[in-house]
């Protein structure tokens, strides 16, 4: 590399005589020789013309030349560095060997899954609601009933079957929860086609319990197991997927204890399942201790006021709290 023009060869030492000064410098630059942006620039950074070299006519120092030397390091200090002064290259074979990676593609699933999540965040209002529901009850009526209940229909008898006859019922109540928009219509539907959000390791897919407002506890559990088994196995047809009116998420399985789920459109509302977590409560003036667990209904704010997505969601709490109530139709 270059040396700096003002850099000269050293004297040699004498003795008993003092260092030889260095050579008179060449003409620094002026302040009054800069042109305006330069004179801008130099104010700005407050550097002094004289240390820099210029490149311009009659060795004139630009706004390029002040540029070049700010970022040649500190102040005063010359622009360029020696070339033993720059730092080693790094390995590549190193650093690749100490932070790998890999590029897949998505799967077809994957994609599709994205393109419809991205479409339900920027095509609905969407809004969340939580509460909080004691399943003491329900249970209590598993652990009584529940042997007697296998041994006839031949499965079990879960939460989730508990969750979708509720759902149903509060969906007949407030319909405008099981509706879906259309432009600017809204459909309102007469049955209840409930979509059971279904994990595999190519993705979430939700299966649709068609009329399940007629379906039994078994029949819900059944169908929830064949279609558990076909996601599993890669056996899930487009009829087994499309339609439903409303979703039915549960997060609680891998231990979720509170989450906001998405609305699966055209749908206009989704409810949440979480974990089941033991906490002390007041009940009737006396602190206890009770399976809770917290549900959120994530919902269409276009066509469903916050009321009726609260009541919806304190109806289905006020059914599983008290199942003899659900059970009856009440």
């Known amino acids: 590399a270059a040396k700096p023009e003002s850099a000269a060869e050293p004297a040699k030492a004498e003795p008993a005589k003092a260092p030889a000064s260095p050579p008179p410098a ?6 009054g020789d800069l042109s305006p942006a330069a004179q801008r620039v130099a104010t700005e950074n407050r550097i002094d013309p004289a240390q820099v070299s210029g490149t311009g006519r009659d060795g004139r120092v630009t706004k390029e030349d002040l540029v070049n030397f700010m970022r040649g390091g500190q102040q005063g200090a010359p622009a360029a560095k020696p070339a033993s002064a720059q730092p080693p290259a790094p390995s590549p074979a190193r650093d690749a ?7 897949v593609p998505m799967t077809r699933m994957r994609a ?5 999540l991205m479409h339900s965040k920027e095509s609905i209002a969407m809004l969340t609601s939580f509460n909080e529901i004691n399943l003491a009850k329900v249970g209590a009526l598993r652990k ?18 508990f969750f979708v006859k509720a759902a149903c ?3 007949k109540r407030y319909p405008v929860v099981n509706a879906s928009v259309d432009g600017n219509e809204i459909i309102y539907h007469g049955y209840q086609d409930i979509s059971i959000a279904v994990s595999t390791e190519r993705g979430l897919v939700t299966p649709v319990l068609r009329d399940a407002q007629d379906m039994s506890f078994a029949d819900i559990e059944k169908a929830i197991g064949e279609y558990a088994k076909k996601a599993r196995d890669g056996g899930l047809t487009l009829d087994d997927l499309t339609g439903g009116t409303f979703t039915i998420t549960n997060g609680g399985v891998f231990g979720s204890l509170f989450s906001t789920p998405i609305v699966n459109p055209p749908q206009s509302a989704i409810l949440g399942m979480h974990t089941i977590k033991e906490r002390p409560i007041v009940e009737n003036g006396q602190m206890v201790v009770a399976p809770m667990m917290y549900v959120a209904i994530s919902y269409d704010h276009r066509i469903i006021d916050g009321k009726d997505a609260v009541l ?19």
């Open 26 to 31: 060449a003409p620094a630059a002026k302040a």
């Open 97 to 103: 060997g100490a932070r790998p990676e890999e590029r």
């Open 112 to 116: 599709r899954i994205a393109e419809r």
């Open 144 to 161: 009584q009933l529940g042997e007697e209940f296998q041994k006839a229909n031949d499965v079990k008898l879960g939460y989730m079957s």
């Open 169 to 171: 019922e509060a969906l």
């Open 312 to 330: 919806f969601l304190v109806d289905i709490k006020n059914q599983l709290e008290n199942p003899q109530r659900m059970l009856l139709g009440l």
